[in-house]
């Protein structure tokens, strides 16, 4: 049998057994909370990274973007002075081109045509007209005639109107200038005479 010391003793190494494991439990709670909050931090500080990774790439992204638009900007900027920087000299020009037209329309009914300087005259001004249009051709100039069409304000300048039952109004029905084009863009629009019909649809 145990003597009451030896039974003092041994509950005693009991309570030191067992505040002993409450400490160690208590230590090792603590070291888990510790890691815990360190996984959180570091979770924290990474998707902080990540998000200023993110920015930063949006941001190298637009400005890439915008140096694009920039250079294709400019490229078709640098095009356009290249294309259009005769547009002066060809509105110049045209005028030229309609005084010769005018100069062979006037001789058409010339009944002298049997003598020798008007056959030379005329023969000049047609070389002079072919010459011309070559050089139209060349520089991207081209003349266009709308009869027949829709009149349309951007590419046609009305001078009058012509009454004409047999046809709707807003056409072109009369050439008074044909207009002139350097690649795509108007140099002088065609002056024109449209359609203006009395006629009622009845509908």
Same mark, same amino acid.
């Given at each position: 049998?145990?003597?009451? +010391? %030896?039974?003092?003793?041994?509950?005693?190494?009991?309570?030191?057994?067992?505040?002993?494991?409450?400490?160690?439990? /208590?230590?090792? #709670?603590?070291?888990?909370?510790? @890691?815990?909050?360190?996984?959180?931090?570091?979770?924290?500080?990474?998707?902080?990274?990540?998000?200023?990774?993110?920015?930063?790439? @949006?941001?190298?992204?637009?400005?890439?973007?915008?140096?694009?638009?920039?250079?294709?900007?400019?490229? +078709? %900027?640098?095009?356009?002075?290249?294309?259009?920087?005769?547009?002066?000299?060809?509105?110049?020009?045209?005028?030229?081109? @309609?005084?010769?037209?005018?100069?062979? !329309?006037?001789?058409?009914? $010339? /009944?002298?045509?049997?003598?020798?300087?008007?056959?030379?005259?005329? =023969?000049?001004?047609?070389?002079?007209?072919?010459?011309?249009?070559?050089?139209?051709?060349?520089?991207? #100039? /081209?003349?266009?005639?709308?009869?027949?069409?829709?009149? @349309?304000?951007?590419?046609?300048?009305?001078?009058?109107? &012509?009454?004409?039952? =047999?046809? =709707?109004?807003?056409? &072109?029905?009369? $050439? &008074? !200038?044909?207009?002139?084009?350097?690649?795509? +863009?108007?140099?002088?629009?065609?002056?024109?005479?449209?359609?203006?019909?009395?006629?009622?649809?009845?509908?």
């Amino acid at each position: 049998m145990m003597t009451n +010391r %030896e039974k003092k003793l041994s509950e005693k190494e009991k309570k030191d057994s067992v505040e002993a494991s409450a400490v160690d439990e /208590e230590e090792s #709670i603590t070291e888990d909370k510790q @890691d815990f909050d360190e996984d959180i931090a570091d979770q924290s500080t990474t998707e902080s990274i990540q998000e200023k990774l993110d920015e930063s790439n @949006d941001r190298l992204l637009r400005m890439a973007a915008e140096m694009e638009n920039l250079r294709k900007r400019s490229l +078709r %900027e640098k095009e356009d002075a290249i294309k259009y920087s005769i547009t002066k000299f060809s509105r110049d020009i045209i005028t030229v081109a @309609d005084d010769l037209e005018r100069a062979l !329309e006037s001789t058409t009914n $010339i /009944e002298t045509l049997n003598i020798e300087d008007t056959k030379n005259l005329i =023969e000049g001004i047609e070389i002079t007209m072919k010459s011309l249009k070559q050089i139209f051709t060349r520089n991207g #100039i /081209e003349r266009f005639d709308p009869l027949g069409e829709k009149f @349309d304000p951007t590419q046609h300048e009305a001078m009058f109107e &012509v009454p004409d039952d =047999e046809k =709707e109004s807003g056409i &072109v029905a009369h $050439i &008074v !200038e044909p207009g002139y084009k350097i690649s795509d +863009r108007v140099l002088r629009p065609a002056r024109v005479g449209v359609s203006k019909s009395n006629t009622k649809k009845n509908g």
